[in-house]
């Protein structure tokens, strides 16, 4: 086992490639492709038990970051299929698309631009069919599955149909995002909580895409898991609170109009024009990766988009991107869309209600977006965070995202060693996510620990059953990055191990 991941984290200088990350997760119970048993299906993966937990507590760190903090925002769940006049209202059926093209010899599709982005030819991320094949003709692309010629580009509606009803007369959609269970949802969530803006409405949920092209593992998915923020607020009155330090911090930014990465201060968008809450909720989402996360400074920036880039409805996006080494270079893995009014407003039209609010003036509420994709952000943590040091493959996120916090091993397979393990183990299960483990050697116990992150490992040897020894009803505690160990009595291990979770 040691020698085997070894192998994984050396082969690209110590850095795991896309196919050694998805074997090492799928090796050790993290995620893998679903219904593997029958050759799996593309863009679509099940996660294992590791995985899981690290999601959900990921997932925890968000919701109480972005939303449990703040008095006026809640959590809510919606439907997972959308009737076909929602998403008509929305837009999502006229302009949900991607373009595809289709090879005249072997009949296989692919997604134009990744086609294209591939060999390195420069399209715009909104360009028309007509601009892909322009670009496919110009460069003479061909099929990369069998070198035939392409046909012609057109859209292709990446929603997923359900037909409802016994004789399936209703047509629905899979949602295509969690925001549209949001808008529905607000008008009745509003006069409930009093009629108060700003509203933060979260859903951390399922979203469902027809991807032609899935691929890069978690990235491009047909099924994924978003955590998204929608904040309901009055244009004309939408304050940050008393914490305007955070407008201080240095982010970095590609600015549309700039095409180039800099160094700039949260003010200093602001006096570039940006909104003074778009560009204070940049400095949440930087401040969330950096310091609660850890991700390195350089390895993250957000790009603007603009022109045909920029989603039609949004005054102001910027993508979240990370440098994710599996994917060579930075990637999307979330983002901050300024949305204006227009869901509501096409939701009041749609649905012939008024969704106006206010007394003294009545208007439509604006939306700020904070949009994260949970599965990403799985994958972005195990390729930043999994490391070799010293002959020694290690997962060093932060303890409360670890899968497990705490690894419990008798020291031998002796009954009452493994007794004495075991109480331990049943004394912390309540509070912690722990692993219990007699088999092999305690070297390779700790070994299989590093590489899925787990940052304590407590061993019970002969002296903590010795009634004669001085470490009698004692046990070793291992700290995974530091390899350090601590004799503690048992008694005191829940304040310990509580003292240091608190304290990461």
Not at 369 to 384: H, K, P, Q, T, Y
């Amino acid at each position: 086992m040691i020698n085997i991941l070894f192998a994984i984290f050396t082969s690209t200088d110590g850095r795991m490639n896309i196919e050694e990350l998805q074997g090492f997760a799928k090796k050790s119970g993290f995620f893998w492709p679903s219904a593997e048993i029958y050759g799996g299906v593309s863009g679509m993966f099940d996660y294992g038990h590791l995985g899981t937990l690290m999601k959900k507590k990921f997932e925890a760190v968000w919701l109480n970051f972005f939303v449990e903090r703040n008095q006026n925002y809640y959590r809510i769940e919606g439907s997972n299929i959308l009737p076909e006049k929602v998403l008509i209202a929305s837009g999502h059926a006229e302009r949900f698309n991607d373009i595809i093209v289709g090879c005249s010899n072997c009949n296989t599709y692919h997604r134009a631009d990744i086609l294209l982005d591939e060999l390195g030819i420069f399209v715009s991320e909104g360009a028309t069919a007509e601009e892909m094949d322009k670009a496919i003709r110009d460069n003479n692309v061909k099929c990369p599955k069998c070198k035939g010629e392409l046909g012609k580009s057109r859209a292709f509606n990446m929603m997923l149909e359900v037909m409802l009803g016994p004789e399936k007369k209703e047509k629905g959609y899979l949602r295509p995002e969690t925001a549209q269970s949001v808008y529905l949802n607000f008008f009745r969530e509003f006069n409930i909580l009093r009629k108060k803006l700003p509203l933060g409405l979260a859903i951390i949920g399922k979203a469902y895409r027809n991807e032609i092209s899935p691929r890069q593992g978690l990235y491009r998915m047909r099924e994924l898991t978003q955590a998204e923020l929608q904040i309901f607020f009055d244009p004309e009155n939408f304050e940050i609170g008393e914490n305007t330090e955070i407008l201080n911090r240095m982010l970095n930014v590609v600015l549309y109009k700039e095409k180039k990465q800099k160094r700039i201060s949260g003010s200093e968008l602001i006096k570039e024009g940006f909104p003074k809450f778009y560009v204070y909720h940049m400095c949440l989402i930087d401040y969330f990766y950096k310091k609660i996360l850890l991700v390195p400074d350089e390895k993250m920036r957000f790009l603007e988009k603009g022109g045909n880039e920029k989603a039609f409805y949004n005054k102001v996006h910027m993508d979240l991107e990370i440098n994710v080494e599996s994917w060579k270079g930075f990637k999307e893995v979330g983002g901050l869309h300024y949305r204006g009014d227009y869901d509501l407003t096409s939701h009041s039209k749609g649905s012939m209600q008024d969704l106006s609010v206010g007394t003294d003036k009545k208007f439509i509420p604006n939306v700020l977006e904070l949009s994260f994709g949970v599965d990403r952000n799985i994958w972005m943590l195990l390729d930043l965070f999994s490391v070799n040091e010293e002959g020694r493959s290690l997962l060093k996120v932060r303890n409360f995202i670890a899968p497990f916090n705490i690894a419990i091993f008798p020291l031998q397979k002796d009954e009452a060693l493994i007794n004495l393990a075991k109480q331990v183990y049943s004394s912390l299960k309540s509070k912690f996510n722990v692993y219990f483990d007699e088999s092999g050697s305690i070297g390779r116990r700790y070994a299989r620990m590093d590489e899925i992150g787990t940052p304590f490992c407590i061993t019970v040897d002969f002296d903590s059953i010795d009634a004669k020894s001085e470490n009698y009803m004692t046990v070793t505690i291992r700290r995974r990055d530091t390899r350090s160990q601590e004799r503690v009595q048992i008694s005191k291990l829940p304040d310990i191990l509580s003292g240091e979770f608190e304290s990461d």
